[in-house]
């Protein structure tokens, strides 16, 4: 079975929308006008307003509030998440909500597409992060001893999780024309960790009565693969990691490609989808309208996809691509001029066109 | 006390070869003429051949025997280690020499400066990496369950640990005409452990009588510092990280100069230090002559100045840099077509003019 989900039946589709903090507040209502404006492909739709993240936590208490998960749970298809800002020392209490969400709807797919805005033969290639266990477990302590405080923290890496992140890894490998899925890891260092890792992603295919027979499969060591990003991107294709690697990965291949605000991803379980811009809550611009809204109108796009909705997907997408292309109109993360309203605007004129 | 060690007053001066796997058969005897070719700034030299790596696994059954370490502790004042090969599986009995030389020999920590090759205004930084910790204790366990495998992994970070590698942070950059540390972590995340590493970090200027009180401290989440690095190297001069997280931004950071073949390090201690180049044993050119030695020449300055003989290891250095800046005798790596022989003796060359 494909994760993509099958193709839609649904007479409504609603949307939770969870902005959060920074600039979150405005690329997740540009994502919104985009999605209002296919919607003569999509059935009728409603968008329920939700509240999580640091500033929520410090008029509420709680970053994450029992509300916004129950309405994403019990009323929602899917959701767009902006970005969190975190404190910058450790406070009692608070927990990053994106994190939380991730595990408590059991999204456990992070898809990351990085490709050129420009010259997509240079980097074209998908990251796919597991986004449950690893280092985010958040399984934590801390004693005192003779020598000073000491830390522990525990990286899970479970064969079930690796399995199913594998088979996305598969499945998106074998839709593209180069088929090539890179398993990223350090099991030089972390032989029983990233042992099960690797060997987890590795079994998938004997799983899957051959389905994925024509996928090629390499490996790359997790401090090599940020080297070899730099140098050769093109090498890479598909890239399937733990979640931490994964983490810092997206963000090496987001720099090739001019900037993080352009790059969208879905946290996607079996039953679940949620848009989120990869990029975080940029404080030093929230608020002057600057933002760069494609990485927020992309993720909507990607997650309609996902749901089944092709040609609403490709619709904006397209509308998005022929914005950036002829590089006028930029916001200044990408050396224009241009404002967010001003790029969503566009990208909304072309969708109707 | 500053970490480099005090101005010599040896009789003889005792290095340890350990050129390990591949390349690293190339390029330690080219590190080791480099040294001869300053030996008239050194007390009496004394090199003793040693035993490690994946090939000494596959014959001795252990890939860092121990009279590699006795003769190390024992007989050695310093060392150059090479590269290791690592098995594509994991294998029984095998484990990380590199990794466990640091931990046996307490080398806490690793020094990776990181220069541009032609234009030294793009990049010009130092990492610090913490290197005897982290996801580096090696402490996994593998269980069966109903629901299939699960391992764990434990990152340990400790006070000490963070604290003396701090030490080294704020004395490096005190020592630069920018004077800034970058304390590279994840505390959004990770806030036990990372939290206990920036504070311990932070915490260096007060137990220090004001000596780093004009060191800047700037912080970077690790995913953000990897596109940074990508984007705006220059805003780095120090970079300070627990132990993952620097094995990576090295990679990165060496991903901008060019190749990771002129990169080098040390891996130092209160009492010993070790050269090594940052490059792998690269087994697709090993044995072709055409490795580049310069990573692990500068190793061996670096190791040298550590020691305190700064005019050996600044006619190294430069010879070096007058080799690479004309950009006409370079390996193939750097784009030339010059073979490691060849480059190492224009750099002893211009030594003894
Ligand atoms: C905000 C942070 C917890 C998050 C992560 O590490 O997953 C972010 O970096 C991301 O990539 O979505
Ligand atoms: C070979 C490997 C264990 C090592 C490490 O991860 O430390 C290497 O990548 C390095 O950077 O020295």
Redesign the pocket.
Known sequence: RSMAMAAPSRKSLTIGLIPADGIGREVIPAARDAIVAVKSELPDLKFIDLLAGWETFTRTGTALPRDTVQILKEECDCALFGS?S?PSRKVAGYS?P??ALRKELDLYANIRPVVSVQDTSRVDLIVVRENTECLYVKEENLIQTEKGKEARATRLITERASSRIGRIGFELAKARPRKLLTIIHKSNVLSVTDGLFRESVRGVPALSDGKYDDVNIEEQLVDSAVYRLFREPQIFDVMVAPNLYG?II?DAAAALVGSLGVIPSINAGDNFVMG?P?H?SAPDIAGKGIANPVASIRSAALMLRHLGYVSAADKIDKAVNDTLAPAKLLTPDLGGTASTTQVTEHIMGLIKE
């Open positions: 969190v975190s990053s994106i994190v983490d997206s989120e990869v975080g």
